[in-house]
Structure formats: C-alpha cells, structure tokens
C-alpha cells in the first residue's frame, strides 16, 4: 500500500504564473488535508476535504488559492498568480475518517522566481 | 486560540546521550497531543499521540512523552539516541483524538543534530 504521494516534489514557479500541486491518498482514505510550511516555521492548516466537499477551508488565504477532491482523481491545491511569499513546502495528509490517524507526503517545494 | 510554542529552534546531543525536547501548548479544552519527526526530504511520521489515560504515552523508535497539565507541557524523550534520529521534530495539538490532521496547530520544530 503506497503512502500519500505528492506530486510534483519540487515546482518552480515565475511570478504571476498558476501552480498546481497534487495529492494522491492512500488507498481507502476519503479524507485529505493540506498544510503549508514556510521557512522557519510549522506547518499551518490551509484546508481539509473529503471526497467532492470542502469541510473546513478556514486556512485558506482568501484569494488565488482554491482546492478541490474530485469524485476520481487527486486532490488538487490550485495557486494563482504565484507571489514570492507563496514559496513554502505544501503537505498533504489523508486519512480513512475524520478522527483517525493521518498519514502525510513528502511535501511539494514551491519556490516563486 | 490554541497555540504551541517549541522552545528549542536547535539542539545538539552526542550519539548515545539521552535527549528532551520541550513542548509547551494552549488549548481551551482537553488537549491532544501528538509530536511528528520530519527527516530531511521527507514527509510528517507521527512518533506519538496522547488524549487521555495515562500520562506517560510510548511511541515508536524507543521515543516517550509525558503530559504535564499543571505545566502545559508535552515533553518527549528517548534514553540513548542513534545519529539515524538526526530530524526536525514537531509538537502538535489538535481537536481529535484519533490524530485527523483537521486542525492540527503545529509548533515551529526543533532540528535535532547528532554528534558522532
């Protein structure tokens, strides 16, 4: 059983350009998460989705950022019109159910040129 | 606002010494606590988690952590460490038991360097 694969593990990006990251969750697991690293600090909750739902998108910044799970397919973290302060590590975790134990990726490493 | 707050950003420990990482958080409620090792390249691997019982909670890699409620602390420690615990470590609070990563509030890590 794979773990949670994140893709593409590096991403660069020019100022102005759409960047698209993607999550694949473990097999079985309907609920996936995203967080954000910036440099020197913990990882902040951005959003958490199930399958063709938003949950709880109270991390996300209100503007260029959107996410989505669809009913096939990886979840997707959409930016748009990068700016250099959207350069941080993006983790994605997934889990079978609400209150149970997630598993993240190894991240994607945005950097905005 | 639940908050947590990793006082060490470094620390440095001979191979073989025993180690503590200190974790401090707020939380309103019944805290859960997890802490999450990060090695380098690599995703978040959940170490541990408390939410109830027994005070004192085994993880995996020979690591444990105590809850301090009176300190709002959440230590975690391991008696001997190996250069392979060379990793950032995180100290998390969350509202779920289970360890689901909805609204998990991390602290900012603690780089953990092994001397040979």
């Known amino acids: 059983n794979a773990g949670v694969m994140q893709n593409p593990r590096h991403l660069v990006r020019r100022r102005g350009q759409e960047a698209r990251l993607r999550c694949s969750p473990m097999?079985?697991?309907?609920?996936v998460y995203w967080y954000r690293q910036l440099p020197e600090e913990g990882l902040k909750f951005m959003v958490y989705l199930q399958k063709e739902n938003i949950i709880d998108e109270s991390g996300m910044p209100k503007e260029r950022f959107s996410a989505e799970f669809p009913k096939e397919g990886p979840s997707i973290l959409r930016i748009q019109q990068v700016v250099r302060g959207d350069s941080a590590a993006y983790f994605c975790?997934?889990?079978?159910?609400?209150?149970?134990?997630?598993?993240f990726g190894q991240g994607t490493r945005l950097t905005v040129v | 606002a639940q908050s947590v707050t990793q006082p060490d950003i470094h620390i440095t420990v001979s191979e073989g010494a025993s180690l503590e990482l200190r974790c401090n958080y707020s939380?309103?409620?019944?805290?859960?606590l997890f802490w999450y090792v990060q090695s380098p390249g690599q995703g978040l691997q959940l170490l541990l988690k408390y939410f109830s019982g027994d005070t004192l909670v085994q993880g995996i890699k020979g690591f444990e952590a105590e809850f301090k409620r009176s300190q709002s602390s959440f230590n975690l420690r391991k008696p001997s460490v190996h250069w392979s615990d060379a990793a950032e470590y995180f100290c998390a609070v969350g509202a779920s038991s289970g360890g689901g990563a909805d609204g998990l509030t991390f602290g900012k890590g603690t780089h953990l360097i092994i001397q040979p």
């Open positions: 097999k079985g697991h309907s609920h």
């Open positions: 939380y309103g409620a019944t805290p859960y």
């Open positions: 975790a997934s889990s079978p159910g609400r209150n149970t134990e997630a598993f």
